[in-house]
């Protein structure tokens, strides 16, 4: 269950479960569950993974994650962690990444384009995503989108 301790009752039905579970000797778990992206956040930054990979020859699945994530945001999305007797590396999902987290990596994404001589248009920007979106669906390939 998803308790919002902000909310008095909330808060005092989830120490109330809290104890149960101690005093049941309970396995559990607890996790901070943050809001995740939006849909429209999610489809702002597919759209320019296609544009940069269309500009400069990448394909969507490269952008997103030899650029975005390895490059450009390594921090947000590399994870090391010693299981038994080795390092196991991983790489985050983009889906694993909160609002906040994602308006950040798309931030660095887009400086990084710029630097690169390529303007990626802000989310308010809706006729330069309107023309991106139609120029990335008249390449004949899906790579893109």
């Not at 909310?7 to 569950?33: D, G, S």
């Not at 269309?54 to 394909?59: C, D, N, P, S, V």
Request: proline share 4%; net charge negative.
């Amino acid at each position: 269950m998803i308790y919002n301790t902000k909310i008095q009752p909330e808060r005092e039905k989830a120490i109330e479960r809290f104890k149960w579970l101690i005093e049941n000797e309970k396995t559990f778990e607890l996790k901070v569950k943050n809001p995740k992206r939006s849909i429209s956040q999610n489809s702002y930054q597919h759209l320019l993974f296609g544009w940069f990979g269309l500009h400069f020859g990448y394909t969507l699945e490269e952008v997103k994650q030899e650029i975005y994530k390895k490059v450009v945001n390594p921090e947000l999305f590399y994870i090391e962690q010693i299981e038994g007797i080795v390092n196991i590396e991983r790489w985050r999902s983009t889906s694993d990444l909160d609002t906040a987290e994602t308006t950040l990596a798309i931030d660095r994404f887009r400086d990084f384009s710029a630097q690169h001589d390529l303007y990626l248009p802000e989310p308010s920007d809706l006729p330069a995503l309107r023309e991106i979106e139609r120029e990335l669906s008249k390449n004949s390939s899906k790579q893109y989108l």
